[in-house]
């Protein structure tokens, strides 16, 4: 009996153990919110990104090589899981990598934790998916340090390999941006969003105001030049070269013959 007791505990930790050393299941991929409205069109740079919300689809027509700009706003405690999706209408001649990148608003590149970021297909595939899992939004971070933090996020999507008989080729590019709330938050508070200003500067219209004018002196003082003045010293040196260049010349000037 105490035998088959000590055989039951043991099955049952290592039972215990294998669901321990077990991975956590995937989160599910985001789905598009309810009545949100598509958007059918990208940017082509950082100032022309077009923007989406969270679980706002996106579909556009794009050819192959495009480089396609999104973005979307990021608040503290969120992370954010960004999927596309292309797919080819027509056959190619080779294979292609694609890749999905994430920048923040001081256009620093972000890591992801998990998805397809840089995959390669064939020529014969109909279609690649791509993934990025980001780290979760942080209310504050060090000023060294590249942590995400509130703010503008931008996506762009492009293919930095393929064959050069591809290039131009028509893609079909589904893409979405997921968001959950992870629940924990930092101990801190960032000043401002890190939003770029896209905004062109003022121009300054006012006349720049003039500095007082310098007593004026008098006497036989108040007309010499500055002895530190460039154009003094250009004339002594002047006549210093001419003064030379007559010396040398008599002392090289042979005497006639008579």
């Known amino acids: 009996m105490r035998t088959a007791m000590i055989r039951t505990g043991a099955a049952l930790a290592a039972a215990g153990l294998a669901l321990l050393a077990a991975p956590a299941p995937a989160g599910a991929a985001p789905t598009p919110s309810p009545g949100a409205t598509p958007v059918t069109r990208a940017g082509t740079s950082f100032l022309t990104a077009t923007g989406v919300a969270a679980g706002q689809p996106v579909r556009v027509d794009a050819s192959i090589g495009d480089h396609l700009y999104w973005s979307f706003p990021a608040s503290a405690g969120e992370r954010h899981e960004i999927t596309a999706t292309v797919s080819f209408p027509k056959s190619r001649t080779g294979a292609s990598t694609w ?143 001419a003064v030379a260049g007559v010396v040398g010349f008599a002392l090289t000037r042979r005497p006639r013959r008579p």
Do not use: H, M
């Open 99 to 241: 890749t999905v990148e994430v920048f923040d608003g001081l256009r620093r590149r972000q890591s992801c934790t998990a998805g397809a970021q840089t995959p390669t297909v064939d020529a014969t595939a109909g279609s690649v998916a791509l993934g990025c899992t980001l780290r979760q939004v942080r209310s504050w971070a060090e000023p060294w340090s590249a942590d995400p933090l509130p703010g503008t996020y931008y996506v762009r999507l492009s293919v930095p390999r393929l064959a050069e008989a591809d290039l131009g080729l028509p893609v079909d590019v589904d893409l979405l941006v997921g968001a959950d709330d992870a629940g924990s938050r930092d101990d801190g508070d960032l000043k401002a969003p890190l939003v770029p200003n896209t905004k062109a500067g003022t121009v300054l219209n006012a006349e720049p105001t003039a500095a007082p004018a310098e007593e004026e002196t008098t006497g036989f003082a108040g007309w010499l030049p500055d002895l530190g003045s460039r154009w003094i010293w250009s004339t002594v040196g002047g006549v210093l070269a």
